[in-house]
């Protein structure tokens, strides 16, 4: 009877988010072992039996051949790309050899461009599905659970270039997202973690609901519990689905998309000091961005003392990053906010800001005084 049961959870229907844009709509499906079934769920939505697939040598190494199994199985044909694992192939170079590749294979209008992999191969797949032959059909399968709950869902592709990150992208919708949360057996604790920031993230911006699930949940996703990891994933979707909904190209002034920057100007600053060469990742800078945008607008006078302690506590509580210290590296206050200058986020010369006026409930803010930025960083130890 066992034996039963098992195999009816494993073809359990995945849940379902829907995402609705003004001129395309697609559903984010989660479930687990959904790599292996995705040529089934693919194949009413390609316009041409044929994809390329994209993905990076540590992906490929672990979740390809399921991929493969189930296209062979489907009759869908397929070709891969492999880039190497990491940010660095988020460059011209990388996104010259895979559209290359690309033309070479003699990709149609119709064939579909398919990303297996985390955020990086999301975005410079992405960016190749906009620009090749002025746009592919594009699918998204990502791995990790940073790019499940944020960078999947959305739109947004790009490259890096010497001059910053993501300065050269488009937007370009998927046809459809799928994620496996069986990808997530197979990644390291820290990027799962590092993951988790950004669903904790959508709870404290907006979401005052998501907060307490994580409190009671946020535990057992760490540790892998399959069923909770689905639900996390699927409320973060359907947050961020709808937040974007409401602001497809981030072209509010205030609130909108914006507002999915939580953290992310202190952890921008924090990340881009280290050099983005691994040492932080990019959800560990948010994991204590998040803390210190509290910090902040508890100093300017928005928030309550209570929230900060409740955020402090639950950061605490799961072991995630929540001090400038536990990045284990020294950094100079005034450094930092020199770094926020430089973020394409700044608006005529003042430092922006997204800040909180208590749990689920964040607002921008376009000018926040320096010396008060400066403050919390030097109260965080820097
Ligand atoms: P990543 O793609 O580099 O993946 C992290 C590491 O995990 C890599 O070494 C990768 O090979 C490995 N990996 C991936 N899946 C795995 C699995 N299932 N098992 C074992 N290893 C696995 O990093 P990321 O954190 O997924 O994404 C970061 C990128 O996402 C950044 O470039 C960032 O700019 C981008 N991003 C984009 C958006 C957006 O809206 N487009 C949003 C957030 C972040
Ligand atoms: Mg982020």
């Known amino acids: 009877a066992e034996k039963v049961f098992r195999t009816i959870s494993a073809a359990r229907p995945p849940l379902l988010v829907p995402v609705r844009l003004q001129r395309?709509?697609?559903?984010?499906?989660?479930?687990?072992?959904?790599?292996?079934?995705?040529?089934?769920?693919?194949?009413?939505?390609?316009?041409?039996?044929?994809?390329?697939?994209?993905?990076?040598?540590?992906?490929?190494?672990?979740?390809?051949?399921?991929?493969?199994?189930?296209?062979?199985?489907?009759?869908?044909?397929?070709?891969?790309?492999?880039?190497?694992?990491?940010?660095?192939?988020?460059?011209?170079?990388?996104?010259?050899?895979?559209?290359?590749?690309?033309?070479?294979?003699?990709?149609?209008?119709?064939?579909?461009?398919?990303?297996?992999?985390?955020?990086?191969?999301?975005?410079?797949?992405?960016?190749?599905?906009a620009t090749t032959l002025r746009g592919l059909p594009f699918v998204q399968i990502p791995t990790t659970l940073l790019s499940q709950v944020d960078s999947s869902v959305g739109g947004k592709t790009g490259i890096n270039t010497p001059f910053g990150k993501n300065l050269l992208g488009a937007f370009h919708q998927p046809i459809s997202v799928l994620i496996d949360t069986g990808a997530l057996a197979t990644l390291p604790a820290r990027e799962i973690r590092a993951g988790y920031a950004e669903i904790v993230k959508s709870g404290l911006l907006g979401d005052a609901d998501l907060f307490e699930w994580c409190d009671r949940h946020g535990q057992a996703v760490l540790a892998g519990d399959p069923d909770l990891q689905a639900e996390a994933i699927r409320r973060a979707c359907a947050f961020k689905a709808a937040v974007v909904a409401d602001d497809e190209r981030e072209e509010r002034k205030t609130n909108g998309r914006a507002l999915l920057n939580l953290g992310h100007t202190f952890g921008h600053a924090l990340e881009a000091e280290l050099g983005y060469d691994g040492r932080l990742l990019h959800g560990e800078g948010v994991s204590i961005g998040l803390r210190l945008a509290f910090m902040l607008s508890v100093r300017l006078g928005y928030c309550a003392q209570a929230d900060l302690d409740r955020v402090t506590a639950h950061l605490e509580r799961l072991g995630m990053p929540a001090r400038i210290s536990d990045t284990g590296h020294e950094f100079s206050a005034a450094t930092l906010v020199r770094h926020m200058r430089r973020d394409k986020k700044m608006r005529d010369?003042?430092?922006?800001?997204?800040?909180?006026?208590?749990?689920?409930?964040?607002?921008?803010?376009?000018?926040?005084?320096?010396?008060?930025?400066l403050a919390t960083l030097r109260e965080d130890g820097c």
């Open 24 to 129: 395309a709509g697609y559903d984010v499906q989660i479930g687990a072992g959904l790599i292996g079934r995705a040529g089934a769920r693919l194949a009413p939505l390609l316009p041409q039996k044929r994809v390329m697939i994209v993905t990076d040598e540590n992906v490929a190494a672990l979740h390809l051949p399921a991929l493969i199994a189930g296209l062979d199985e489907t009759g869908i044909q397929h070709q891969t790309i492999t880039v190497p694992p990491g940010e660095g192939s988020k460059t011209l170079a990388q996104y010259g050899r895979v559209t290359n590749a690309l033309l070479e294979a003699g990709v149609e209008r119709g064939t579909t461009v398919v990303a297996l992999g985390g955020g990086v191969v999301g975005d410079l797949a992405g960016f190749a599905a």
């Open 349 to 373: 010369g003042r430092l922006s800001f997204v800040l909180v006026r208590g749990i689920g409930k964040a607002f921008t803010c376009r000018d926040v005084p320096d010396e008060a930025v």
